[in-house]
């Protein structure tokens, strides 16, 4: 396992098109869920808890070789939500491009082959992680951060709230983001042997009902 190449990966700056998405962030501040320090960090926690883990653990499945095909499905029958698969696949398609200029590999090759307009993002993360000579827990980590790191980056522009105080969320939910991973982890390895049942599917409803209010906008900073 190379610390570096889990660095690269989880690195705000890795050109996987997160950036353009706010992981229902502007929606909940429209909302006014979403209003300083402490609601954004309930708002992160709840997501961490539901989406990040389901994500977290699809990551970690795929890292361990599980077939892709099998967990895109998984993946489509867990997100409810046209306008979130719709995002999924977008960031899926543009995560494998990145990956397959920085890590060369067969796997990645035929993942494209199979999904010309894009796998869901979770299921890309995992493959590109195992490329990259990760392991599960590694995939199940970058996904679980991912889950609140977006929504957070994109409160500082939706609210103008304190970059430190956005930062201070996050590091008061490291030891979640921690024992969501290794929870993430379990599950796949428990998917490995009974199948993608044994996987999270945590509902987060009011998440999957601001997307597609969302998506009507006419006007918006983020794409989801």
């Known amino acids: 396992m190379s610390r570096a190449a889990l660095l690269v990966l989880a690195d705000g700056r890795f050109p996987a098109g997160g950036h353009a998405h ?13 209003h300083d320090a402490a609601t954004l960090e309930d708002f992160c926690r709840g997501r961490l808890h539901t ?19 099998v967990l895109d499905a998984a993946a489509e029958a867990r997100t ?21 200029a920085t890590w060369p590999a067969a ?13 869901h993002q979770p299921v890309v993360l995992g493959v590109t992680a195992r490329a990259a000579g990760l392991g599960p827990l590694d995939a199940a980590h970058v996904a679980a951060y991912e889950s609140v790191g977006g929504p957070a980056t994109a409160t500082v522009r939706l609210l103008g709230l304190d ?13 979640e983001l921690d024992a969501v991973a290794a929870r993430a982890e379990r599950a796949a390895l428990r998917a490995r042997a009974q199948g ?19 998506a009507g906008w006419p006007v918006r900073l983020f794409a989801s």
């Open 80 to 100: 409810p939500s046209p306008a979130l698969r719709t995002a999924a696949r977008r960031l899926g398609r543009q995560l494998l491009r990145a990956a397959r």
């Open 107 to 119: 796997e990645l090759e035929a993942l494209a082959a199979e999904f010309p307009r894009g796998a």
């Open 163 to 175: 970059p430190f105080e956005a930062s201070g969320v996050l590091a008061r939910l490291a030891p």
């Open 51 to 69: 989406a990040g883990l389901t994500a977290a653990a699809l990551a970690a499945a795929a890292a361990l070789g599980l077939d892709p095909a």
């Open 22 to 34: 706010s992981g229902g962030a502007e929606a909940a501040c429209k909302a006014g869920r979403i």
């Open 196 to 214: 993608t049942d044994a996987l999270p599917a945590a509902s987060s409803p009011l998440l999957d009902i601001s997307a597609e209010v969302h």
